[in-house]
């Protein structure tokens, strides 16, 4: 019983964190290691737990509220719980202390006109990506983690009553209606029973959508998307993890290749069906538009295309 509640104060602790206003992201590894990030960079903050197996402890209680799993055989598990996405690791035999990783995402949305006022966005740049929207382009938000990927898409889509399908791993936009939101869904403890965003993509396409959008291209999924677009889903919008212009480019290819396509249909489709890339960053701890471009194919191959906006 004593163990128990030392596990319970720690959780509440951990959600006091995540409930903080502001907060983006929580890493803890180990016990002896928590940081932050409030927007502007991580910030060490007090340890919450006082050892790494009552860490371990938590993370286990943690998954078993969100109806995941996670032990030693099967020590690491990613999952939902009260709005945010957690990935854990257990330390068996795959690191040396427990890992744990929160992504959270504010419950409100923040207009395009905020993100400009904050510095996300200069004025041309709002005006033209609100054009951009409102004339079906289809458009990949690129960036490392933390940079505002998600809360940009979600505010180039807030005022939209177009039938949205929103297409994602985590319920992480939260589209107000009449957007459809499709979540992913994991395997259960027999092996059966997942849903991946290719196969979701598909069951979209059957739904008369106006624009899908998927939250984040990781894998064989962006095979999918790429097909789709090109058979006359304009409007597309998605995310993808890439530091530069030059490396979605090079995103792009390996994604191509997860899906089984040969880099030179790859270079094709992308060129054919991508209209503009919008590439995110952080300069001086600010998150903000670094650069926007548009896919081109030259003799070097597939190119973005930097563009003066």
Not at 21 to 42: E, H, N, W
Not at 70 to 88: E, M, Q
Not at 90 to 108: N, T
Request: aromatic share 4%; glycine share 8%; with cysteine.
């Amino acid at each position: 019983m004593a163990n128990h509640v030392l596990v319970r104060s720690e959780t509440n602790a951990l959600w006091q964190i995540i409930q903080t206003p502001g907060i983006t992201d929580l890493v803890i590894d180990g016990s002896d290691l928590t940081r932050a990030d409030f927007g502007s960079g991580f910030q060490v903050l007090p340890p919450i737990y006082e050892s790494d197996q009552e860490m371990v402890a938590a993370i286990v209680e943690l998954a078993l509220e969100a109806g995941s799993r996670i032990d030693i055989a099967k020590p690491v598990a990613d999952f939902v719980l009260r709005g945010a996405r957690f990935h854990a690791v257990l330390p068996f035999g795959l690191c040396a202390k427990p890992l744990l990783s929160i992504r959270v995402h504010a419950p409100e949305t923040k207009t395009l006109e905020v993100l400009q006022s904050s510095g996300m966005l200069t004025l041309s740049q709002l005006a033209w990506l609100q054009e951009q929207v409102r004339g079906g382009k289809s458009m990949v938000l690129c960036g490392p983690t933390g940079v505002g990927k998600t809360t940009l898409l979600r505010a180039l889509l807030q005022d939209s009553n177009e039938r949205i399908i929103c297409i994602e791993q985590t319920p992480e936009l939260c589209l107000p209606a009449p957007a459809i939101s499709l979540t992913e869904r994991q395997a259960n403890q027999e092996g059966a029973g997942q849903i991946e965003l290719d196969e979701l993509i598909v069951h979209a396409l059957r739904m008369r959508p106006d624009r899908i959008v998927v939250g984040e291209v990781r894998s064989k999924e962006f095979r999918v998307l790429l097909q789709a677009i090109n058979n006359g889903h304009s409007g597309t919008l998605t995310t993808l993890h890439a530091t530069s212009l030059a490396s979605s480019a090079e995103r792009f290819l390996v994604l191509g290749l997860l899906g089984g396509f040969a880099t030179e249909l790859t270079e094709r489709l992308v060129a054919q069906s991508i209209d503009f890339v919008v590439q995110l960053g952080r300069v001086n701890g600010k998150r903000l538009v670094t650069a926007i471009g548009r896919p081109v194919l030259s003799a070097a191959g597939l190119q973005i295309e930097r563009l003066e906006i």
